[in-house]
């Protein structure tokens, strides 16, 4: 049975209170703010005709405290730091600034026909509206069948402006509102609307602080769940979009496509959006033979968010710009709204195979793959599962996609026939201006320190992408990835972004494993203020032990530059060494392969004391562990030359050593330019398992894996690893173990045995974030193809001795099981991203892959019979006979 729901809404900064007079109610629905901000909704039972405060503070403890944890922590980044965060800089922290900039001018839109009551009450809404800047409010009646609506807004002229449009179509209301509006922004909502008062505000204040902003939605809530029909709607989808701010734009210069965008509903809906008035000169007006009134029956608005998008633009979700919507009521009502949606949307899809011909092979996609996905799929469902609607409406909407596809040309005619020549045209795209030069296919890399204050980013529009590393400090933190669509990226959003990435790891607590309960903490802390808890007095940190002091200065560590006979980037890591941070005396030598190469020479001879080493072979195993053997110290630190460490680098990695069971140590890699894609597959190869906690891997992270094969990339690179060189003067095989490593080019098998035998002999392994370089990756796509095949085959020859020397049958699984169906998911999603048209990792790298699983098998073969040659065996001795367990 049907129950009516109360719509509501809670200010936090007020005291809470009883909700009372909700007699006729069972549930209410209650929208949830902060300063006007909308957070999320919170929906409670009615007892005995209201909700009690406590049942309020025990909801929004549990719902929303941590949203109030967040939006603390912006107010915290929008401090001068003094000193890294902590809990007590949290419990007195602001909320985010309220923006005072300059206000652009607003002309509010309302289109109406014949519903003198409805835009009576959203003209009413709009007359209480707070807005600081010059506001004109127009109410444009669509080919009305009498007076009604204008007699109804006499009382409130000249406040608000009325203007007949006599053509019947809601597109045709909306053009001769872009005509007759003087404001700056233009901002349509419907007569079915009642505004927030701060809904113009949440507009504009996007168009203010970011001007290459084009067009902004905004949240859509329900003004009331009175009748069943309303429910079902909000059921089946509603018209809201979220509570967190997001920005959509396509990388046009690379060729992506706007149908990825197609489905622009979730961008928002045409009874809350506006746009700077300036965009429609290019644009053109919205098209007449769309939306409301026309055989369409709606995809205007979806049909401008398209064209907005496809030009280059950014467009933003806000959801600060707040409307209440009031829903059908009657269920014939709601019926016919379904069904006309999907007609309405499969016209604006033929509209789009129409106009834009770049586009027809990913529409075609798109439009199959929505039939199938959101029509056919659900009415399956809906046969053996529960689904958010009944299969009545499923099938309504199903035939309306149907008669949609004949509807927009027989829209066109009728159209035509009312064009007159002041019009303006439904345009098809006149694209954003760029800078030049640009990278299509670039991410941006900067660093953002939090104990500086921060800035906009306007150093990045060259680029589609940024890549913001978080530090404070010498300490990285961690990282997040924006899409600036050639445009400078601004404070609010960098703070919003940095929040929505770290949370608590902002604070010195939150960054701390041996304190879980800080999450807890914080949100007491916070929710404290606005009276859902009791303040309770907080345990003073005490921070944990932290690893901060060093190797004595007297223990002997040598380090070894692998080189691949690039001279500038030996030159950046060498010049990066000898600024090290450290009062330990160390020595330096440079493998390479460039065997007689005058140049890698005469760049060594540069750097007084360095050693240079020449090996023929090339492969970062065989150049570096016969060097590493005979190298002087009781720490030896592999660093590749195309890495330019940090400056307290060295004493990172080393740091760990403190504990006598630790006998490897890995940093992490950091790309320093990502311009190409090349460079970005590159870094995301190296990335595998790296993130920025430092974590511990000893025999019982080996044991955690019963079935599978443990994940050695999770372990590091050997590019940036230091050993004890103990560990290193242990044999691995012979003269048959070096034959088999030179077989791979790049990481060996060598690597990870060695890694595996410490880590079974009860040694340990510890990753250590803070012991980063900035690398530079090559720009090569056949670099990176050979790269991609080789790091397979590693792998896969790994697996091969762990099966052959130890009789691992777990090899058997994962080559027989694991392995080939994560290649058969990989090109399952590369065809599913392909039928919708949306990017993917290239189809390449798969075949890479799998050439690579191929070379393995073949790696093998060759150093059998290498290792035969010379009188060797592939099967080591059996453990115990000498080995790890011996090294000290």
């Excluded at 109410?139 to 009498?146: F, L």
């Excluded at 790309?671 to 000893?698: C, K, M, N, W």
């Excluded at 590693?794 to 694991?818: K, N, S």
């Amino acid at each position: 049975m049907f129950h009516a729901i109360k719509v509501l809404e809670l200010e936090l900064t007020l005291p809470l209170v009883d909700l009372i007079n909700l007699g006729a109610y069972r549930r209410a629905r209650i929208l949830v703010r902060l300063q006007g901000r909308p957070l999320g909704t919170i929906s409670l039972e009615v007892q005995h005709g209201r909700i009690a405060a406590t049942a309020l503070r025990e909801a929004l403890l549990r719902e929303c405290a941590w949203m109030l944890v967040g939006q603390h922590l912006q107010g915290l980044l929008n401090t001068p730091p003094t000193q890294p965060w902590t809990l007590d800089d949290l419990a007195v922290a602001p909320l985010p600034p309220v923006y005072d900039g300059p206000w652009p001018s607003v002309t509010v839109a309302v289109c109406t026909r014949d519903r003198p009551e409805a835009v009576l009450r959203c003209v009413q809404a709009l007359l209480a509206l707070d807005y600081p800047g010059a506001l004109e409010l127009i109410v444009v009646d669509n080919a009305p069948s009498d007076d009604r609506v204008q007699r109804a807004l006499e009382p409130y002229a000249p406040h608000v402006r009325y203007v007949r449009e006599p053509r019947p179509g809601l597109d045709w209301a909306r053009n001769r509102a872009l005509r007759e509006a003087r404001g700056d922004i233009l901002a349509y909502t419907d007569d079915d609307v009642v505004v927030d008062r701060l809904w113009v505000r949440g507009l504009a204040q996007v168009f203010a602080q970011h001007p290459a902003v084009m067009a902004v939605t905004g949240l859509v809530e329900p003004y009331e769940l009175e009748t069943e029909a309303q429910l079902a709607f909000e059921h089946y989808g509603g018209f809201g979009q979220g509570y967190e701010q997001r920005w959509y734009a396509i990388n046009r210069p690379a060729g992506q496509p706007a149908t990825i965008y197609a489905a622009t509903g979730k961008f928002g809906t045409g009874a809350n959006m506006a746009y700077r008035r300036e965009i429609f000169a290019s644009l053109g007006g919205f098209d007449p033979a769309l939306d409301v009134g026309t055989l369409a029956n709606g995809g205007g608005d979806l049909d401008m968010f398209f064209r907005v998008i496809k030009a280059g633009h950014s467009l933003v979700y806000e959801p600060r710009a707040l409307v209440w919507h009031c829903h059908r009521r009657e269920a014939g009502q709601f019926h016919q709204q379904i069904a006309n949606n999907g007609v309405g949307f499969y016209a604006y899809l033929v509209r789009l195979f129409l106009h834009y011909a770049d586009e027809r092979r990913h529409l075609l996609r798109f439009a199959v793959w929505w039939f199938c996905s959101w029509y056919l799929y659900r009415w399956g469902r809906s046969y053996v599962a529960p689904v958010n609607t009944t299969r009545d409406l499923i099938v309504a909407e199903m035939r309306g996609a149907l008669l949609g596809l004949g509807r927009y040309q027989r829209a066109v005619r009728s159209a035509c026939q009312m064009v007159r020549p002041d019009d303006l045209p439904a345009r098809i795209a006149a694209f954003a201006p760029l800078p030049h030069p640009i990278y299509p296919d670039g991410l941006a890399v900067r660093v953002i320190d939090l104990a500086e204050p921060l800035q906009s980013l306007i150093d990045v529009t060259a680029y589609p992408a940024v890549r913001v590393e978080l530090r404070q400090g010498a300490l990285a933190l961690g990282r997040v990835e924006l899409v600036n669509a050639y445009q400078p990226v601004g404070r609010e959003r960098l703070v919003e972004a940095i929040v929505a990435e770290l949370g608590l790891k902002v604070l010195v607590e939150g960054r701390d494993p041996a304190y879980p309960e800080v999450r807890e903490a914080a949100q007491r802390l916070v929710a404290a203020r606005y009276g859902l808890v009791e303040p309770l007095p907080c345990a003073k940190y005490v921070a944990s032990e932290q690893p901060t002091a060093t190797l004595p200065d007297d223990r002997a560590v040598a380090v070894v530059v692998i080189d691949h006979g690039t001279p500038e980037d030996l030159r950046a890591c060498l010049t990066a060494l000898y600024a090290q941070q450290t009062g330990r005396d160390y020595t330096v030598s440079v493998v390479t392969s460039a065997v007689g190469s005058g140049v890698v020479a005469e760049m060594v001879a540069a750097f007084p004391g360095i050693r240079l080493v020449e090996v023929p072979q090339v492969g970062h195993a065989y150049t570096s562990y016969a060097e590493l053997v005979t190298s002087q110290g009781e720490f030896v630190a592999v660093l590749d030359a195309s890495i330019v460490p940090t400056t307290d680098w060295l004493e990172q990695l080393l740091r760990p050593f403190l504990r006598d069971e630790v006998m490897i140590t890995t940093g992490k890699v950091v790309p320093s330019r990502l311009d190409t894609r090349v460079e970005q597959i590159f870094a995301a190869y190296d990335e595998v398992g790296q993130g920025y906690a430092q974590r511990s891997f000893d025999q019982h992270w080996l044991a955690s894996f019963r079935r599978q094969m443990p994940p050695m990339d999770e372990l590091g690179l050997p590019v940036n690893r230091a050993w004890r060189t103990a560990l290193l003067a242990e044999p691995l095989g012979g003269r048959g173990q070096q034959v088999f490593a030179a077989e791979v080019i790049q990481a060996s098998p060598r690597d990870y045995e060695r890694v595996y035998r410490a880590l079974r002999a009860g040694h340990s392994l510890v990753y250590v974030p803070q012991a980063y370089g900035w690398r530079r990756y090559d720009q090569r796509l056949p670099v990176l193809r050979q790269d991609v095949a080789q790091r397979t085959s590693t792998t896969l020859l790994w697996y091969l001795t762990c099966l052959i020397e130890r009789r691992d049958l777990r090899v058997v699984y994962q080559m027989g099981f694991d392995t080939p169906r994560q290649k058969l998911r990989q090109l399952a999603g590369f065809m599913r991203s392909y039928v919708r048209g949306r990017s993917y990792a290239p189809l390449y790298l798969w075949v890479d892959e799998v050439r690579g699983i191929l070379a393995s098998c073949k790696a093998i073969a060759r150093a059998s019979c290498k290792s035969k040659a010379f009188g060797q065996r592939l099967i080591r001795p059996k453990e115990g006979t000498g080995g790890f367990n011996n090294v000290t």
